[in-house]
């Protein structure tokens, strides 16, 4: 069962996420951290995320770029390799991740090898997208969370509007290969897949409360 939970900064996506993981019967709780810390403000993000994973039996990965290399049965060391049947995977977040790849010519003078076909935008969503969703494979249960980066109507830099557009492609591609999509709007949870039984399944995605992101 692969989860797609989408909102705005602040919505409640986060602890809504990690709480879909906290129902999930998996005994191993995998937590894919993305986002590198800049700053007082980045270093005080992943705080506030590691303080509300304590006590709840994660283990933490980062991985800010190539998360398809992961490999869980790596980090089960002194505990013994479970099976994918008894693994969740809470991955935070998209819009870190895409970051990352997209400006990592910058920070490290690494390049892409070979050539692909299509725009470097449809390029990269297609890897990071192929990245995330191969990780469904090691996992029973996989929650991604990701960000809406593109309502506010401003138009920006060229950079950042290229940014933009590819988290508009990734969301796309991931909701496409999600089982379920879910979307925070001020805390309440809104259902946009599956369409069918989403009465019920709605019901049972709407008893938690949020307190933020």
Not at 27 to 48: H, N, P, W
Not at 120 to 145: E, F, N, T, W, Y
Request: net charge negative; aromatic share 4%; glycine share 12%.
């Amino acid at each position: 069962m692969i989860t797609l939970v989408t909102g705005g900064s602040g919505s409640g996506k986060s602890e809504y996420a990690e709480g879909l993981i906290l129902d999930s019967s998996c005994s191993r709780r995998f937590y894919v951290a993305t986002m590198i810390a800049y700053g007082k403000e980045g270093r005080d993000k992943v705080e506030r995320h590691r303080m509300l994973r304590q006590g709840k039996g994660f283990i933490t990965i980062e991985k800010p770029r190539d998360v398809g290399r992961v490999m869980f049965e790596e980090h089960e060391a002194g505990s013994g390799a479970s099976s994918r049947a008894d693994r969740a995977l809470l991955l935070e977040c998209v819009s870190n991740l895409a970051a990352n790849e997209m400006f990592k010519d910058e920070e490290t003078g690494e390049a892409e090898a070979g050539e692909q076909q299509g725009s470097p935008i449809q390029c990269l969503s297609h890897k990071i997208a192929g990245d995330i969703i191969s990780l469904a494979g090691q996992v029973r249960d996989m929650v991604i969370v990701t960000n809406e980066v593109d309502r506010d109507g401003i138009c920006y830099g060229p950079e950042t509007m290229e940014y933009i557009r590819l988290m508009g492609c990734l969301n796309q591609k991931l909701a496409s290969a999600a089982d379920r999509v879910v979307e925070l709007v001020h805390g309440i949870p809104v259902l946009w897949k599956p369409i069918s039984g989403q009465a019920a399944v709605g019901a049972d995605l709407t008893r938690r409360e949020c307190q933020g992101e």
